[in-house]
């Protein structure tokens, strides 16, 4: 039986080491051993170096060593059976719980081990475990699990039917903090029941987030940990102890993924995304040819840099001078896009290595898509080994606007703005395209992902966090094909600005998913779900979501405030706010006196002055100015919902124009508040939406929800931030 | 104590007559008594008059009779005080559980009496009752509700923390069908643990239904039980009996809406929606004014009838003949338009009713809304008197468009359609009329309902059922006066055509809503998603939903199964493609190898078979029209998604065309199925979606998830109408 003294992790740097000794010496053991889970007395000790609370317990090998056992810690107790063969216990009928006497006890043990016998005559029986039986309090459920993409992380569930009929489970990339520990406590439907209901107590909240950190760690440091299992865990007003502990090992090797440090990262995507100089391999005179709308794109967008058409045989691309190579160019190039069949890539891929570029467009597509792998592998290992970082390939290219830049095959782009978008499918690209030109949204940059070989989310992010004309980050993405990169970096960078993901694929049943118990509960979705949470990250739930996002996210400005008021003219489209409001996560502030009075000045009588404020249909102009004025002057207000009315008294753009007016006169006098509006009429509204918007306030015709979802994730990214 | 034998309510008539007497002999002593609530042995008896199982049980007035009873049903028992002056049972102490000997009994008996006098020592007391204490199986709560607007409503939902915490709580409207109470075990989020979870028995669905079907029927049959709430039910495998009943009731009379028969609606709203002649009262020849917006819509919309302005000066308005009353007009009037202030509309509406007017549309705002709810009452009494429907007050008024008619003073609409499209409010019928123009979308009417002071969305539903140009009804709503009446009329209507509603008001914390506990603790909103559901509606989530939804619905013909295929150029729109359709409640065939193969052999072969069937990006139109053609062709898929990718080789107006043609030519051949599609490209696909709309093609821009969303919403249709 273990004798070690609880060990505390977050004790002296010593008890940290011994701790991790202990552990290291169990995993060893069970390694060599060529075991792939632990005994139910090894979880115990390593439970206990981490200092994760478990009962009192012993094993005996004898009935009348139970007994005397038992005796020692206090009835009722539990009984297991100790087999490093019989993983599934209470199958072989192997647990008896609640034997309350020492005559019990001596029974239970003969009985168990007849069962063990006859489930698995050849098993090794290391003996039988006497464990003090936890009760009251709540039963959870605290686990860890290895994803493929995310790496190591922590679940949290209640027991029972919530984690198995309603999967009820929330995750969080391990180690995790303690804040992120407390997150979980309320990331789940039934967070209510920690709070103490029917008169129960609470549990207490510390001690079971400190237990969930614990896990965190012991996963943490020690990645050969697969999956552990604490279920159930006893949550009580005092303390948290798991009572069960399953812990399964993997000893294979990992491989890594390649990375760059963040500031090589930088270095290599600046030069690819702002190039001085650029090849184009497979520039073509010929209408039709990739490499030539490749080349009229980047001479009709406005391309100030050098450009160099690498070609086999032309002296001359449309009026510059081609090269057979890019070793024959003469000076430095940033980056090379390519023009040609996958069949050319990997040598002239191999030139560009020899000539130094550090960047690599690879729009041709017949690598791991079509199942070329082996092709895929080999420019991967030549990107490598000249340390080129990889676009693709498979992809329509990129633009970035700011330097004039189309990189692509595709339509030019050239409204600048301050919107970096990227996609892992080229329709998806040429969507995002369709809709930036007929919105008139401004971007900084497109990226086309494609195949990802070597550049992923995590790149672009790194490159846009440091990239002044980029204020939003949208990414559509199938795949994280480092999860963990991608959550680390998208949690430093959604400090300072907005990442918004549309993850595509949420559905596809998980398959791919952890493969663990705990895991597989919940589907590969929550997981995704909770990290971009974790993370920071504002999720699109549609591809024209994740754009309208794009669009109004850099347009709005950060609220100071979670008091957010509607002015509308329509009573129906005021109810119709408020739903969304509440949709969207924020909440409609509760009018002070003495404000309610100020807007019932400007309003008719029978006008409903509270939140909404509903100043009634038939108003002129200065109704709506008056009260729109009021809403940005007091500093008790953080954002602004419009609900416009259509009527002959104030027209479509009347509206607009003194709504863009107010907003000016208010933001000169430094009161500078997000404002979006719902504008319900006739088809002029929808030129009064344009004008609006593209004055700074996200507006939109026929809808109410649209609107409030654009200030919705710009209050999620503003508390995210920790600017609320 | 209850020596009566079990009556079964599907038994003969007389013994349905003899429950119900015996009810209502209850009832009535409880009445007379002045009370509010049953005594459990009162329970009891109700339950065993309408065969709803209870346990066995007696009230005992002396420690020993509660030993003698206990000993007689067997132990474990319950003990609970017998007092019509203490509701709250456990709160005073007076409920002991788990006794399991007579001696427990005797003790517990005087402990509960000691503890009643200590709670209120006045409390009158009439014994104790022993009750058989059920165990094992599936605690389950069934209640029902008194809701301002639907009534009786049933529901159902497991005990503890999932009804409590977690809300999991379905209602029908009762009395309800064998079929609705077995939807109702399937309409809660933990439908799982009914069918039995962890090696559990599954209950008995049968039983539990009957069980449901008879506090339906109860409650139904006795307008005066105002609550009812068997909390637990104990279901089993074998049965489903009710531990604890607990009824409230309500003798105060009700006020009854008025209802004319469903021919008499037909009938009035026939001559006001399709009117012969028409009267406008306070019609004018000045700008600017209502009175002239509507006599300039109905003249310029091309109204065929008789026009009346009603002037009290004028002789003449806008090429008309004026009257001083609708009493001095030769000939007879269907419907008269208000287009005066609000204190003249009694008078004015006096004489309608002389005049034997039968519909009045009442634009005027000025009463319930602005508080004048005397002024509202006021001239629905002068409706009710003079067999006048009322349109409004405080609308925008209507229009018919397959008769020409604009009886409004917003802008004209004249695109003829199939959709009837409503509204509660002012506002959104504006979007409706903004959106409608803006989108093409064809209406045969749109109709402002305002106030509500009379014609509600169940009469309109009525109308709208027999007319041929409507085929689809689009409702926006904040409330229903008549949730009840709704509900059955919709339940109808929807069998025939698509029923679409937007309930606002959603998350408004459902203060109005039932004041009981049961209903209390769901809230208003799922009271709504229920009945919806029970009557077949489709619930629009957004303003832009239900006008999207108006619009699609009718365009497509109703899929015959529930086989959907997408093909798709662009693989990331089938990644989101997919997405959608799980979201929307359809699911993806599983291809059988034989169509897989017909497939395989009109794409790359390294695009995807299965399905999503992919084609991959570069195809010229063959390779859609091939793989369309296919998809309309195989009897075995019943719906098609297209995901188009815009390229050169495809470009967007060749696409639609051919897939326009495609669709066409398999409509000769008999092989008509929704199609839909979401286009990924450049500014061009928005050309192409509209030529694909106007086809009976329901195509989006830049979404995957909208096209999706208008399929799904016909299914729904579909299934809720029995045609799946």
Redesign the interface.
């Known amino acids: 039986m273990a004798d070690a003294a609880v060990k505390q992790r977050d004790a002296a740097p010593s008890a940290q080491n011994s701790a991790k000794d202990e552990v290291r010496r169990i995993l060893d053991q069970v390694k060599a051993e060529g075991r792939t889970s632990l005994t139910a007395p090894e979880g115990k000790l390593v439970c206990d170096a981490y200092g994760i609370p478990v009962p009192k317990e012993g094993v005996a090998t004898s009935a009348s060593e139970a007994a005397n056992l038992a005796d020692g810690m206090g009835y009722p107790v539990v009984l297991k059976i100790v087999s490093p063969d019989i993983l599934h216990k209470t199958e072989a009928g192997g647990v008896l719980v609640g034997l309350k006497s020492a005559e019990e006890v001596q029974k239970g043990y003969e009985t168990i081990l007849a069962n063990a016998k006859k489930y698995k005559a050849d098993a090794k029986i290391d003996g039988v475990q006497v464990q003090q039986m936890l009760k009251g309090g709540q039963e959870v459920i605290v686990g860890a699990v290895t994803d493929g993409s995310f790496g190591k992380l922590v679940a949290f569930g209640l027991g029972g ?2 984690v ?3 999967k009820d489970i929330t995750f969080r990339l391990a180690p995790c903090t303690r804040e992120d520990a407390l997150s979980m406590l309320d990331g789940i ?2 967070a ?2 920690l709070k103490g ?2 008169g129960g107590d609470p549990v207490n909240r510390e001690a079971l987030a400190d237990l969930i950190v614990k896990v965190s760690q012991l996963v943490s440091d020690f990645p050969e940990i697969s999956e552990m299992d604490l279920n159930p865990v006893f949550a009580t007003k005092n303390d948290a102890t798991a009572a069960d502990v399953r812990i399964v090992v993997d000893f294979s090797p990992k491989e890594q993924r390649y990375r760059p440090s963040q500031d090589e990262i930088v270095r290599s995507m600046s030069r690819i995304m702002k190039p001085k100089a650029l090849a184009v391999i497979g520039a073509s005179a010929e209408d ?1 040819k990739i490499g030539n709308s490749v080349m009229k794109n980047l001479i009709n967008g406005g391309y100030k840099g050098q450009i160099y058409p690498i070609h086999p045989k032309a002296d001359e691309i449309l009026g510059y001078k081609a090269y057979k190579s890019v070793k024959d160019v003469p000076g430095d190039i940033d980056v090379a896009v390519f023009a040609i069949p996958a069949k050319f890539v990997a040598q002239a891929l191999t030139e560009c290595g020899e000539k130094k570029i550090p960047g690599a467009v690879l729009i041709p ?2 690598f791991a ?3 070329n792998v082996e092709g895929q592998k080999e420019i991967q290992e030549i990107g490598r080994k000249y340390n080129i970082r990889l676009m693709g390939p498979n992809i329509y290219g990129f633009y970035y606007t700011w330097e004039n830049l189309c990189a692509t095959f ?2 030019a782009y050239d409204v600048k703005g301050h919107a970096a978008l990227s ?6 690209g ?2 995002i ?3 930036s ?2 919105a008139k949204m401004g971007v900084s940059a497109i990226v086309g992902l494609g195949n990802k070989s070597d550049i992923d989310e995590d790149d672009l992010l790194t490159f846009f966090e440091q990239d002044d004309n980029t204020h939003v980050i949208a990414q ?1 993405c ?1 795949d994280l094909k480092d999860g963990r990169a991608f959550a680390e970096v998208a949690k430093r960078v959604s400090k300072k600005k907005p990442v918004v993901v ?1 993850k ?5 049943a998980g398959a791919k998913a952890a493969s663990s118990h705990t895991g597989a509960l919940a589907g590969n979705d929550k997981i995704y779900e909770d990290v971009f949470k974790q993370s920071g990250v504002i999720r699109a739930r ?3 979501q994740m ?1 309208e996002f794009a669009r109004g996210i850099p347009v709005l400005p950060t609220p100071k405030g979670e008091n957010v008021v509607i002015i ?6 005021g ?2 706010l ?3 409001v ?2 969207n996560g924020m909440s409609l502030m509760t009018m002070p006196p003495d404000l309610d009075e100020a807007f019932k000045k400007f309003i008719p ?2 006008g409903a002055s509270g939140n909404p404020v509903d100043i009634t ?2 108003e002129p102009p200065t109704t709506y100015k008056n009260t729109v004025r009021l809403g940005l002057e007091d500093d008790r207000i953080h954002a602004l919902i419009l ?1 416009y ?2 009527t ?1 008294i104030t027209p479509p753009m009347v509206f607009a124009k003194l709504i863009v007016e107010v907003v000016e006169e208010m933001k000169a006098k430094g009161k500078v508040k997000p404002v979006v509006a719902s504008l ?7 030129e009064a939406a344009e004008y609006l918007y593209q004055r700074g306030i996200p507006a939109y ?6 609107p409030v979802e654009v200030l919705g994730a710009k209050y999620k990214w503003a508390r995210g931030a920790g600017l609320l």
Chains 1, 2 share one sequence.
């Open positions: 039917i919530l198995e009929v309603l439907q039934a209510e029941m209901v029917r039709g597509s017949g898509e079509t199942g595709c339509t996609s892992q499918s080229g329709g998806i040429m969507a395209i369709g809709f030109r007929s559509h199938e549309l595509a694929g949420r559905t596809s549609s591809l024209r754009l509308t003219g329509a009573g129906g489209s109810v119709l408020s739903d969304a509440v949709d009588p029978f249909g038939g609900g009315w259509h002959i319900a009429g006739d088809v002029e509204v929808e015709a026929y809808s109410t929800e649209l």
